[in-house]
């Protein structure tokens, strides 16, 4: 029998005959039959997506919220009330929302899948002491499997062997720098840091190497990554849990004036039991929001289209709120916050130091010294370092003056080419005309990479690695063009650069040299790096993207606290954290280990101060977003490895990166970017405050609009039917349905208003329906537009002889007076509209026809209303008819004064916008 759960402290730090005992296997693997029966217990290596929601679940729950079945009884109430047609163009609206809404959902659900498909297909493994190609999943604990450059880790596996063997964990850490792994224990730094072991989902980058499987399928490290992500619940949105609420307060407020207006129909005005209860049904049928889900849509969907244009691709519509109400960015450093290009920014020689402009893999600066281009012909010294630089080195970079370079190799060995190309060194010029004669590959026990090239008539060995390693081995040191002694002030002299730099975050490669006068074939690997002659170290960093200064001020202007959560030493990730602007000196920077040590009340009082994580391992950003939920933040994560992706998925807004991110980050994000910058996360939660803005609009359209509605009944009521119904129950509903419900979805379309980002998030207990929006739609918006309908309908009765006759009840004048005030209502309509498109600023400052989707409103509702009064069969059905051309002229008129009144006011109030 083998072990089956092997911890990563035994797996790294047992002895290999250790482990293979625990496994049971040998160095030549196990027997194909053997292999059989493991697979039988442990199952393929693959991971197992989660029985999920059936697809008619998904769909069905979306027709059963409660807008919805508010919006299905209206539309049987429209039908018992007889107008089958209304009934039927509210049940399409619910139609159309709920399908939406299923498409959105079924297409976003795949970042398991995303995890299934990054495992490789094939593995080279010994079976019956034979090595075979085998698909992985077929692959076993005990197994014993080959690698080499470009492979995938089917497991996580000990190394039994290894040959400068190089891995890409980005995957896992997020940082892109490769791994040193060797067959010798070394602990590292962080998670995933140990020098023997390899994990599933990671790829080898250089060198060979053989290992024993001791984890495969769901209990790799990389499959517990894939079940965070599948266990992850889906947080409801705030917009979801506001609309949620409103959607009840409209429902309790429609049923309240429903009952009430049917209580006073048959105890006031005495009307038949049945009468008032269709009367009634066409209130509260009135007073239901059929145009909110189309608006938030609408408002959802243009934002989503505006995000595009600023480099943001939202998956799920919901996400655009929420982005308006993120007060935490937990963003990782690499690639967002910076460039992911590595840069040589200084080169430090022993009698000077030199400057380097430009940043990323192009060749857009110069080598300077004091500000002064340099010409190597001048620096002898200097052209050596770069042609170390050039010839010892693997790596190529695709690039030109202007676009974004390519690197086929290793960020570091990238920023070396760029830096030499910078001083008009071309790598691949040189390495034709100074041919390598032989290598030694790094490897992390010497930490150091040599090779040996033609020099025209004579053979040099260039060495490059880690400042002590290299002048280690040195004893000369370039100084000028003078070979002399190297000095004990010399070393100290180089190190204290070194340090100086590293306090910053920065890294540095110590370059030396000497001519090699040995027989090659038979230089051994420590007589060739020995008495080497010192040249200089070249300092390199992964800058900071330029924009993203301005971006981390605006969201300290509006109040979004930004926590670095990076897979990076906590000395660079302080470093960078400062230079940006997202933290001060007093900064507490707490590594994956110290996280692992606190408790979740210790944890939370540390995020309430100046914080970064470094050396985060991905249950770690996982915890730190949900502890922050738990504080009742709402939280974006950025992201662009497989570690990502659970935290991704947890947050309230998952952003993951589209340039650099992995497919399993994209999956499980909510918003995808397109360019990778940090800048178009602060532009997305710009348009995301545009929207809540935008739906709080059209509420207040809307409710001003019932108030027109409402009032010519509430006057039948009250004077017991002596003023007969200036507007009828089909009138009401043609004003619900067909008049206001265009230029209201225009108010969705509004840009963000200048400011939007000079205050603090939404409070969470701030609602759509607030007092300032109540307010303005029934004390003042609603109860102009209540006064010029209800004055038109006087009005007509009155050029027919009221008051010295009775006001009409039926006939002609009766559908002359109500169309007037159904005319006078959607003509205030279109100066509520205009109203409505700020809270503060002048809609002459905006722009009268800016808005093109609400004027297209305006123009179809006159259109409609045309209709009812010159179609005859519509006149029959709503009981219209023609107006004379004083009316005309009166609603011509009638919105100017109403505009005019609310701008003053909006004047007096906030000031000159």
């Known amino acids: 029998m083998f072990k089956h759960k092997i911890d990563l402290k035994s797996a790294s730090q047992d002895t290999i005959n250790a482990l293979i005992d625990d496994l049971n296997t040998t160095t030549r693997g196990i027997s194909s039959a053997e292999a059989a029966a493991r697979l039988e217990q442990t199952g393929l290596n693959e991971i197992q997506q989660a029985v999920g929601e059936s697809q008619f679940k998904m769909l069905m729950k979306n027709f059963i919220s409660l807008m919805a079945i508010l919006l299905w009884v209206g539309g049987i109430i429209a039908i018992l009330a007889g107008m089958t047609e209304l009934g039927l163009a509210i049940w399409a609206v619910n139609i159309i929302n709920g399908g939406f809404s299923f498409w959105q959902e079924r297409s976003a659900q795949r970042a398991t899948s995303a995890l299934k498909k990054m495992l490789p297909t094939y593995v080279h493994v010994y079976r019956d002491d034979k090595l075979i190609k085998l698909e992985a999943r077929d692959l076993v604990p005990g197994d014993v499997f080959n690698l080499q450059a470009g492979d995938s880790v089917s497991a996580d596996a000990r190394l039994i062997t290894a040959t400068s063997l190089e891995v890409d964990q980005s995957s896992l850490t997020g940082e892109t720098v490769p791994e040193d792994k060797q067959v010798t224990f070394i602990p590292g730094e962080g998670k995933y840091s140990e020098s023997n072991l390899i994990y599933a989902g990671t790829t080898v980058g250089a060198g060979t190497a053989t290992a024993v499987a001791f984890r495969t399928g769901k209990q790799t490290e990389f499959g517990q990554i894939a079940e965070l992500t599948e266990n992850s619940k889906e947080e409801v949105t705030p917009l979801q849990q506001e609309l949620d609420r409103l959607t009840k307060q409209l429902s309790m407020i429609a049923i309240a004036i429903g009952i009430l207006f049917f209580i006073l129909a048959v105890t006031i005005v005495h009307y038949p039991v049945a009468k008032s209860f269709i009367f009634a049904l066409g209130m509260i049928v009135a007073f239901i929001p059929e145009g909110l889900l189309p608006t938030v849509t609408l408002s959802l969907a243009q934002g989503v289209q505006r995000m595009a244009k600023r480099h943001a691709l939202v998956k799920n519509l919901n996400s655009v709120e929420t982005l308006g109400e993120t007060t935490v960015i937990c963003s990782d450093k690499t690639g967002t916050l910076t460039q992911n290009q590595m840069t040589v920014t200084n080169i430090i020689l022993p009698n000077r130091e030199f400057e380097v402009t430009g940043r990323g893999y192009v060749n857009n600066g110069k080598v300077q010294f004091n500000g002064a281009d340099v010409e190597l012909t001048a620096q002898p010294q200097l052209d050596k370092l770069l042609q170390i630089a050039a010839l010892d080195n693997d790596t190529r970079v695709q690039t030109d003056d202007k676009s974004v370079g390519k690197i086929l190799g290793t960020p570091t060995e990238a920023a070396l080419i760029v830096v030499a190309k910078k001083a008009g060194i071309s790598a691949d010029e040189l390495s034709h005309q100074y041919r390598r004669l032989k290598e030694y590959t790094f490897d992390s026990s010497r930490k150091r990479m040599s090779t040996i090239n033609q020099i025209d008539s004579k053979k040099e060995i260039f060495t490059k690695g880690g400042l002590d390693e290299v002048i280690g081995q040195c004893d000369f040191v370039l100084d000028g063009d003078t070979i002399r002694p190297i000095q004990d002030s010399d070393r100290v002299t180089a190190k204290?650069?070194?340090?100086?730099?590293?306090?910053?975050?920065?890294?540095?490669?110590?370059?030396?040299?000497r001519e090699v006068t040995e027989d090659i074939d038979n230089l051994q690997m420590d007589q060739a790096e020995a008495k080497l002659i010192y040249v200089g170290q070249a300092v390199m960093m992964d800058p900071p993207r330029p924009e993203v200064f301005d971006a981390i001020k605006k969201c300290k202007t509006a109040q979004i606290r930004i926590i670095m959560v990076t897979g990076d030493s906590a000395l660079t990730a302080k470093s960078i954290g400062q230079t940006i602007g997202i933290v001060g000196d007093g900064v507490r920077v707490i590594t994956g280990d110290e996280l692992d040590a606190m408790s979740d009340d210790e944890l939370k009082?540390?995020?309430?101060?100046?914080?970064?994580?470094?050396?985060?391992?991905?249950?770690?950003?996982?915890?730190?977003?949900?502890?922050?939920?738990t504080m009742g933040e709402v939280v974006a994560s950025t992201g662009d490895g497989v570690n990502d992706a659970p935290a991704l998925k947890k947050a309230d807004i998952g952003v993951a990166m589209g340039v650099t991110g992995t497919d399993v980050a994209k999956d499980a994000a909510d918003m995808i970017l397109t360019d990778d910058n940090f800048v178009s996360i602060v532009s997305a939660i710009e348009e995301g405050r545009a929207v809540y803005s935008n739906i709080q609009k059209f509420l207040l359209y809307i409710l001003t609009s019932n108030v027109g509605e409402a009032m010519p009944s509430v006057l039948f009521l009250l004077s017991r039917g002596l003023i007969p119904l200036p507007l009828t129950v089909m009138q009401i509903l043609t004003i619900d349905i067909g008049t206001d419900m265009l230029p209201a979805l225009g108010l969705g379309s509004e840009k963000p208003e200048p400011g939007i980002m000079n205050k603090a998030p939404r409070n969470p207990k701030d609602h759509l329906m607030s007092k300032n929006v109540l307010w303005r739609a029934f004390g003042w918006y609603g109860m102009i537009g209540a006064a010029v309908s209800i004055g038109g309908y006087f009005w007509i009765n009155h050029l027919h002889g009221w008051p010295d006759v009775s006001l009409a009840a039926a006939g002609p004048v009766y559908a002359e007076a109500t169309t007037m005030t159904l005319a006078a209502i959607i003509f205030s309509q279109i100066a509520s509209v205009m109203n409505s498109r700020s809270q503060k600023a002048s809609v002459f400052k905006?722009?009268?026809?800016?808005?093109?989707?609400?004027?297209?409103?305006?123009?179809?509702?006159?259109?409609?209303l045309l209709m009812l009064m010159y179609v005859a069969p519509l006149r029959e059905v709503f009981g219209t008819t023609t107006l004379q051309w004083q009316a005309w002229l009166y609603l011509i008129v009638l919105p100017i004064p109403i505009v005019l009144i609310e701008n003053l006011r909006k004047r007096i109030a906030y000031g000159k916008r």
């Open 846 to 864: 905006l722009g009268v026809l800016s808005n093109h989707k609400i004027n297209f409103g305006i123009l179809v509702e006159i259109l409609i």
């Open 605 to 629: 009082v540390a995020v309430k101060q100046e914080v970064i994580f470094a050396r985060v391992a991905p249950e770690h950003k996982f915890r730190i977003v949900s502890t922050f939920q």
């Open 496 to 513: 204290d650069a070194e340090k100086k730099y590293a306090a910053q975050g920065l890294r540095s490669l110590a370059m030396a040299y």
